[in-house]
């Protein structure tokens, strides 16, 4: 019988326990190490999401976002965008992220399409990207946006080429180079 995580033995493990490990109403999901091009495409759009935040928000990649304490819930979205005043606040919670993007892959097609969503909707998380790696080789961009009455996202624009996007910040991103 595997026993559920609390959030107190969470916290007391290592970064390098953490690494590749989701909770999920508390219990231990190991993900498998992405690919090259699923990290670059993370890592390009977490960096044009940066330059494009101003001092007020952040984006990153790779460290956790607490959905709930109790069971434990922790993600770890390929791209976070959140308030940069909480770079320090561990662990980082919905109320301080504004977006999410989850970058598909194989073996996560269900997850990132399906099961992210309403988690991250659930949890109050303003805007999620889902970004799907086509077979044009430029990737294309699905965006949803939380109704906060129904705690349910939106379908919002796809984009392919070009991204463009005045709010809350503008970004302007060549998905070619994706």
Request: glycine residues 6%; charged residues 25%.
């Amino acid at each position: 019988m595997h026993e559920q995580i609390t959030a107190e033995e969470y916290e007391s493990w290592s970064e390098e326990q953490c690494a590749g490990i989701e909770v999920v109403d508390g219990m231990a999901v190991v993900s498998p190490a992405a690919s090259k091009r699923h990290n670059r495409l993370a890592r390009i759009l977490a960096n044009a999401l940066d330059a494009a935040a101003g001092l007020e928000w952040n984006a990153d990649t790779d460290f956790d976002v607490r959905l709930q304490d109790v069971p434990l819930t922790n993600c770890r979205p390929d791209v976070v965008v959140y308030r940069a005043d909480t770079i320090d606040i561990t662990p980082t919670r919905p109320e301080h992220v504004l977006l999410v993007a989850e970058v598909v892959s194989p073996g996560s097609e269900t997850t990132d399409r399906i099961v992210r969503v309403d988690q991250y909707a659930k949890a109050g998380i303003g805007l999620y990207w889902r970004i799907e790696q086509a077979a044009t080789g430029v990737p294309l961009v699905y965006t949803y946006a939380l109704d906060p009455t129904t705690k349910t996202y939106r379908e919002g624009d796809v984009f392919t080429g070009l991204l463009k996007v005045a709010a809350p910040y503008p970004v302007e991103i060549d998905l070619g180079r994706l």
